[in-house]
């Protein structure tokens, strides 16, 4: 029931690109992503709600595909301060139950 | 103000201690949560309060008792815990749950040792 992300892990260049997916086998109302640096807490980036939202923030957008279930993170020329462990947070509400689970998690490390 | 506190921000016990941690938020949200999180795996959902009342609790051993005396503030009663509930315990708090657009703001965590 965890949604799996990928890749795993990642490797940058200050300044290159990176996507990162989120897929669940579970219908999502909403996706929200975070990014927890080592030692510290989870820190929002920004929630996609049903519908193909797209949202940015930033040089950090993210896309939402209802259907298919699943979500993407866009890192644009990348920064050292992106680096960290990002983590899709997905939401399932059906037939009254609530479910709240974060996806498996990848680490990202930009090099100068 | 947007800031989670969470104290204490390290506690070892023993399996037959009684002890508590506690979350404090002056943001005036209605939603408090209890995650666990275990060394290099994602955070798990514990409970949630919404207006100081339980809301989900995630099949969570009675071990852990949780509590929300007001709506700024969330404790976390532990007893007779196991060396495997060693990890780090993260509060956070959104406006209202379920909510539509709303972030959850995290505090810094509490790093639970079980002896």
């Known amino acids: 029931q965890q949604p799996v992300q990928s890749p795993q892990a990642v490797i940058l260049r200050e300044g290159e690109d990176a996507v990162i997916n989120c897929s669940s086998s579970k219908a999502l109302y909403s996706v929200h992503w975070y990014r927890q640096k080592h030692g510290e807490a989870p820190v929002f980036l920004m929630i996609?709600?049903?519908?193909?939202e797209q949202k940015g923030h930033e040089k950090i957008s993210a896309s939402f595909n209802e259907k298919k279930q699943q979500s993407s993170l866009y890192l644009t020329a990348s920064q050292l301060s992106y680096s960290g462990t990002y983590f899709c947070?997905?939401?399932?509400?059906?037939?009254?139950?609530?479910?709240?689970?974060f996806g498996t998690g990848t680490r990202l490390k930009v090099l100068a | 103000d947007t800031e989670v506190t969470q104290t204490p921000k390290h506690l070892v016990m023993g399996m037959t201690n009684k002890k508590s941690l506690k979350c404090e938020q002056h943001?005036?949200?209605?939603?408090m949560y209890w995650y666990k999180q275990k060394a290099k795996k994602p955070p798990e959902l514990m409970f949630v309060?919404?207006?100081?009342?339980?809301?989900i609790n995630e099949s969570v051993p009675s071990r852990f008792s949780p509590e929300c005396p007001n709506s700024s503030l969330l404790n976390l009663h532990l007893h007779a815990l196991q060396p495997e509930d060693s990890a780090l315990y993260l509060c956070a708090s959104s406006q209202v749950f379920p909510g539509q657009t709303d972030t959850q703001y995290f505090g810094p965590g509490t790093r639970l040792t079980v002896l």
């Open positions: 947070g997905t939401e399932m509400r059906a037939s009254g139950t609530y479910k709240y689970i």
């Open positions: 943001m005036g949200h209605r939603a």
């Open positions: 309060y919404s207006y100081e009342k339980l809301s």
């Open positions: 996609l709600l049903k519908g193909g």
